[in-house]
């Protein structure tokens, strides 16, 4: 690029400040009252190189009727760099917007038409922060009322077509096989889509909430598009590991595209998950955000936060995490974000000064999410099974602050004694069984022989009980829980000889390890041996099983630990995160 001269210069700063001046004018000729919005008239062009031209109008919103008083589809794209932007034309005046916005207007526009849509680039003056603050707030209803929303993920590449092309196959939701066969069978296809789903569009956080708010959704990329259901799909036939080819004979783009899909799974979640916000603050804490306040204001549409969050972008993002955590344990009396803080923050950015029991929601490491597993079964594992302890006492104190300290209340339930880490790896379970020693620990607090729940707890009873379960899904449940079991008890087989207690022939002695509880334990014992005796291979099953759910489950940022002899007398305890 050649250096601009010293007048080439002057003229281009004074055109760029007269066509912000121009913007300035445009809204001043649109002001919004409560619960107005802008809306962007696309005018109708005969050619895509045909410039961009259109009118802002204003609509309203009638929240008592839940209808707004305009008709049109919504925006998603990402800004992409704020200093390479083009001109068009809003209210007859040039205006400069971000070049990905002038490119997806430009592509998105109809021939003999006008489009109709919400762009929060233009509709919302970003100078104008009071605006900003009351229409970010009110974009969980823009998004949600609009007609469709329109997924801009840039201009087309070489494969494009192909890609988009196997997406809109996959719209139509054929079969499970009919659909894994097709992906196995198009190689150009499943790398077009494998390019397109590798986009920086879907590594935004904004995108969370726009996508899951909107009903119907088309993806565009240049002027090809298909719905949006077809990605649905695929994460959905990507997440069944059963139905794709065994992996010796797999071509080899399949499981770049099954990669490619984890970068979508936040985005197919079901809406009923949204009420889960420690989980959704999980699911999306890979997500960037240009402004980090937004990694917390960009869930305001989508998860209930109003009762702890304000968004206001005069405060700084230190104040914005700070206030977030402080009002989340004071309206809930939970401690669970606690989780969070410490917790894989982000390296190499300005330190804000949060007080360590506030999470730097500025990450954006990745969450374990593996090939095989749909993120529905990704969850913070809940060991209270819903009975929380809570902050705030009977006496009436709740979580306070000092400053930077919290101060809460709680009670001393035991001390620790021994730690070892869950990490991924086969012999793991058996140094833990070592470790912990269960020939001669006593009875757990909740009834259960000792070796079960140890068993249920090094895979994080993934299938345990919960309320609400149905009659089908409880004895699903139940069924894989006493596989687990039988597939520990086989694992306890391949310990040393010392590590359990054992019969003479040298099988390991169910009865001693079960101790007081072995008359209450006795069908696990009878299936164990029966299968032993008769069917050695359905065994091998369970303990494959049961190492494959301790693999997928296990990781570096979980322990075990056992206790003293205060008050749990040595029960076995998962410690998620490190902490309590």
């Not at 009727?65 to 305009?70: A, E, I, P």
């Not at 405060?315 to 894989?344: C, N, Q």
């Not at 929601?361 to 999410?369: D, L």
């Not at 993934?462 to 699903?476: C, F």
Request: glycine residues 6%; proline residues 4%.
């Amino acid at each position: 690029m050649l250096p601009l001269s010293g007048r080439t210069a002057q003229w281009l700063f004074r055109e760029i400040t007269r066509l912000n001046t121009y913007l300035t004018e445009v809204y001043q000729a649109s002001p919004l009252g409560k619960n107005d919005f802008r809306l962007l008239h696309v005018q109708p062009a005969p050619s895509l190189s045909s410039p961009v031209v259109a009118q802002l109008s204003v609509v309203h919103y009638d929240p008592y009727t839940d209808k707004s008083s305009g008709f049109y589809d919504a925006l998603s794209y990402r800004w992409g760099d704020p200093n390479d932007k083009e001109t068009i034309f809003i209210n007859g005046s040039g205006v400069r917007v971000m070049k990905n916005l002038e490119i997806a207007l430009r592509n998105l526009r109809n021939k003999d038409t006008e489009l109709v849509i919400w762009a929060d680039a233009i509709c919302i003056n970003q100078d104008d922060i009071e605006e900003r603050n009351v229409q970010v707030a009110l974009m969980g209803t823009i998004y949600s009322k609009s007609y469709r929303l329109r997924i801009w993920l840039g201009e087309a590449g070489p494969d494009t077509a192909a890609g988009m092309e196997l997406m809109h196959y996959c719209s139509g939701f054929p079969s499970n096989e009919d659909g894994v066969k097709k992906i196995a069978n198009d190689e150009r296809g499943s790398t077009g889509l494998t390019e397109l789903l590798g986009r920086d569009y879907w590594n935004r956080m904004w995108m969370f909430q726009e996508i899951l708010l909107c009903q119907s959704k088309q993806v565009h990329c240049g002027r090809f598009n298909a719905q949006f259901n077809g990605i649905m799909f695929l994460d959905m036939v990507s997440s069944k590991a059963a139905l794709w080819p065994d992996p010796t004979n797999t071509p080899p783009w399949i499981l770049p595209l099954r990669r490619a899909l984890l970068n979508t799974t936040q985005f197919t979640i079901n809406r009923h998950r949204l009420n889960e916000l420690e989980n959704i603050l999980v699911l999306t804490r890979r997500l960037h955000a240009t402004d980090a306040r937004d990694k917390l204001f960009a869930l305001m549409g989508t998860c209930n936060m109003s009762p702890y969050l304000a968004i206001d972008y005069n405060k700084p993002e230190r104040d914005v995490y700070v206030e977030f955590t402080r009002r989340h344990i004071e309206k809930t009396g939970s401690l669970a974000l606690l989780m969070l803080a410490g917790w894989e923050n982000p390296e190499g950015q300005k330190d804000i000064k949060l007080p360590s029991w506030t999470p730097d929601f500025r990450a954006s490491k990745t969450v374990g999410i593996y090939i095989g597993y749909s993120i529905e079964n990704s969850t913070i594992f809940n060991a209270s099974k819903g009975k929380r302890f809570t902050a705030a006492s009977r006496s009436g104190h709740t979580a306070s602050h000092a400053e930077s300290a919290l101060v809460t209340e709680g009670f001393l339930l035991d001390t620790v004694q021994k730690t070892v880490p869950i990490v991924k790896s086969e012999s793991c379970p058996k140094q833990m069984t070592s470790a912990f020693n269960l020939g001669r620990v006593g009875s757990h607090p909740s009834g259960k022989p000792q070796i079960q729940a140890f068993c249920e707890t090094i895979v994080f009873d993934i299938y345990g009980p919960k309320e609400g379960d149905s009659v089908e899904k409880s004895s699903y449940k139940q069924e894989r829980q006493l596989q687990h079991m039988l597939g520990f008890m086989k694992h306890l087989e391949t310990l040393e000889d010392d590590a359990v207690p054992r019969k003479r022939d040298g099988s390991v002695d169910f009865s001693a390890l079960f101790g007081s509880e072995a008359s209450r334990s006795g069908s696990f014992v009878r299936h164990y041996e029966d299968l032993r005796r008769s069917r050695p291979d359905v065994l091998a099953g369970h303990h494959k099983a049961f190492m494959k759910d301790y693999m997928y489950n296990a990781g570096k940022i979980s322990s075990m630990f056992s206790t003293g002899d205060v008050i749990l007398d040595g029960v076995i305890i998962v410690c998620s995160r490190g902490m309590l």
